[in-house]
């Protein structure tokens, strides 16, 4: 080895090779764009996310690239405002591979400046995050969802409730307290594994008889809520007339059908109201049509 070589060996990389090796060896997608959005650098990992080569990339407008269609508009005048301005802002969005799959990618975005201070082209660097962003909605789902019959659980019950009953923004909302009958007998002769099974169909047919439209929650035990967009009575009625068909329809059972019913209590919430208020007279409301019903049939 030569003296030259030794002292060259012994500097190590130079400050332009050290940045060159870190964009080419980095998992993030690195690339820089004009201020017509044209492609001037991409490193590896964008070259292989898009199945094309640093040539064949250079010179396109990367919103023909990999940005998803319906983000080509905001994604053009992100650039054209950050060149204007001088200044990038995080962004997130779906990316689209080689073969045309969504990916969520998070962007950090950089304005570069020429020698008097003139932006010139802009540097981003993307990270995939469509796996968090999946783990993340699983566990939101988890956490607002109720594990035995997959209806919103308590808690999203109550968010949805502050929102229509919010004094500023709400728009009031109706209520539907439905408390099953007979299911604690049922629940005794044949065990929880039965009781179970008819919660969950209970629960299903509670949904089929609100539809989309409405918010169908367990509220706890063998009680149900559903939060309607409209608190006119006529319509809360109208409901109740259908939860209570779909819930009187034989269940399987072990040894035949069971015949369970359900009392249901209505009310309706204005604006600025507690949210516990309306819960309560929505709740008051359905023990009173459990006791007249205790009356027509004391088994119930």
């Known amino acids: 080895m030569t003296a030259r070589e030794g002292q060259v060996s012994s500097a190590g990389p130079t400050p332009a090779q050290l940045a060159q090796d870190l964009v080419d060896a980095v998992e993030a997608l690195v690339c820089v764009v004009d201020g017509e959005g044209r492609i001037m650098l991409t490193n590896p990992a964008l070259q292989r996310f898009t199945g094309q080569d640093a040539e064949t990339l250079r ?23 950050a060149i204007e301005s001088g200044r990038a802002y995080p962004q997130e969005g779906d990316w689209l591979t080689m073969g045309g799959e969504r990916r969520r990618v998070t962007m950090r975005n950089t304005v ?19 796996d968090d962003r999946a783990r993340e909605a699983r566990l939101r789902h988890q956490t607002r969802t109720d ?13 949805a409730l502050r929102t229509k009953l919010d004094a500023e923004d709400g728009t ?11 299911f604690k007998a049922v629940n005794d002769e044949y065990g929880h594994a039965t009781g179970d099974r008819l919660l969950a169909e209970a629960a299903a047919r509670l949904a089929e008889a609100a539809g989309p439209e409405h918010l ?38 072990p ?3 069971l015949l369970i019913g359900v009392s249901v209590g209505i009310a309706s919430g204005r604006p600025g109201e507690p949210v516990d208020a309306v819960i309560a007279r929505a709740d008051q409301s359905m023990y009173g049509a459990k006791s007249s019903l205790r009356r027509r049939n004391p088994r119930a």
């Open 112 to 130: 570069l400046h020429d020698a008097d201070g003139v932006p010139y082209a802009i540097a981003c660097v993307g990270l995939d995050v469509t």
């Open 216 to 253: 169908v929650a367990r509220f706890g035990g063998d009680e149900f809520v559903i939060l309607c967009p409209c608190g006119e009575e006529t319509q809360l009625r109208q409901l109740a007339e259908r939860v209570t068909a779909q819930v009187g329809r034989p269940f399987p059972g």
């Open 172 to 182: 009031g909302c109706g209520l539907l307290f439905c408390d099953l009958d007979q």
């Open 147 to 159: 594990v035995l019959t997959g209806l919103a659980n308590r808690g999203a019950l109550f968010d």
């Open 255 to 257: 040894e035949g059908p």
């Open 59 to 81: 010179g396109k407008r990367f919103v023909e690239v990999w940005v998803a269609p319906e983000d080509v508009a905001l994604a053009e005048q992100a650039v054209q405002l």
